[in-house]
């Protein structure tokens, strides 16, 4: 037991703890991701050779590419092996992060309610930003959405979509009010969400929903004038009237789609 010099046996307390030190590969993985972060290397661009890197760096092949490995994981560069291969910069992805937010999610038990109750917390707001500081770029794009979302329709047997197309082209329409709305973190926070949501749909959709139920929506011409309306209200930078707009559609669409499954039903069940 020790003693202290005022006579004490309490012993000091632990303000320490183990250090390791940083792998070579970590480290080399951590600068090549911060000149991917600042722009210094763009999507799409190919690193050097690996013996040119060896040698830049200093260290051997495996390090390297334990270094490769760990962006690879991240999704920051991809990697082609053999004589013509190598590694090249990728752009961000948010089905990356929507996949370990989603694994996150999963371990607490979340619902697939949850997450679209969260969503329709944040789209909206961002629907309602995105009519204030919109440009005609914005306003454009969005119009291609409505007028291919039209063009389905009519081109479709009785007007009824494919609903695999319907899908990924409304998805475009939320990509772009969550893109384009001014905030970063709410859009990149809301791409994860949808992308989990889109994932929902896509289940429901590949395990047969029929075509009465395909049909069931509050009718697909009514969807598609809701969307219209959405533009309109963004052309005229109604933002209050665009955030209400869009919380009232998301309400709608959320009936329609646990129709097929159940409210409750855990993610684990839906990414298993």
Known sequence: MSVTATGSSAEAPRVGTVMRAPKTAELIAGHLRRQIVRGELTPGETLPPEMQLMEQFGVSRPTLREAFRILEA????????GARGGAQVLAPDPMVAARHVALLLQLQGTT????YEARMVSEPVCAGMLARI?????????????AKLSSLIKSAPEQTPDMSQWSATTYRFHELLLQRCGNKTLAVQGAVLAD?????LARTISQGMSREQQAQPPSIDKTLRSYRKMVRLIEARDGDGAEKHWRS???IAAKYLFMFDPQNMPLVDLFS
């Open 74 to 81: 991240e999704s920051l560069i991809g990697v082609r092996r």
């Open 196 to 200: 989990i949501v889109e994932t929902h």
């Open 134 to 146: 919109r440009t005609d770029e914005d306003l454009a794009d969005l119009q291609e959405v409505v």
């Open 249 to 251: 559609h998301m309400q």
């Open 112 to 115: 697939i309610q949850d997450v």
